[in-house]
């Protein structure tokens, strides 16, 4: 009665893990941007490492591409972006201590807040 169609392309059905990790790197640039800009404002002059994120996702998608149409130069570059991930994780260590160490307090502060003000006794006027 009803036919289903499934007419898939085979590149798509060949190559769908790569292709949704693709989106997923790209829907994580545009988010990291998003976020940078987010903690520029809230914190003062943000983070430098969000602006590094956002490049290490840039350089990622058109790699992911790569593996695509040109297999072993994709897997060449991708262990270099490896490389790269590595070297920038190093690089930023004591920078993503740091503020996660300010996110941690800054978040007990407000729960502490929170407590102390819901928990405290009203006194009734009399």
């Not at 490049?55 to 695509?68: D, M, V, Y």
């Not at 994709?74 to 920038?88: C, D, E, I, N, Q």
């Amino acid at each position: 009665m009803f036919q289903e169609n499934n007419d898939v392309s085979p590149v798509f059905e060949k190559y769908k893990v790569i292709i949704s990790i693709f989106i997923v790197v790209i829907t994580n640039h545009v988010g990291s941007v998003i976020l940078g800009e987010i903690f520029r404002i809230w914190i003062g002059n943000g983070i430098r490492i969000s602006g590094v994120i956002s490049l290490l996702f840039g350089f990622l998608a058109p790699i992911l591409l790569l593996l695509i149409l040109l297999p072993i130069f994709g897997w060449v570059l991708l262990g270099f972006w490896f490389l790269l991930l590595a070297k920038v994780a190093w690089d930023y260590k004591q920078q993503c201590h740091h503020f996660l160490g300010q996110l941690l307090v800054r978040a007990l502060h407000a729960f502490d807040r929170l407590m102390n003000h819901t928990s405290a006794p009203q006194e009734l006027p009399i």
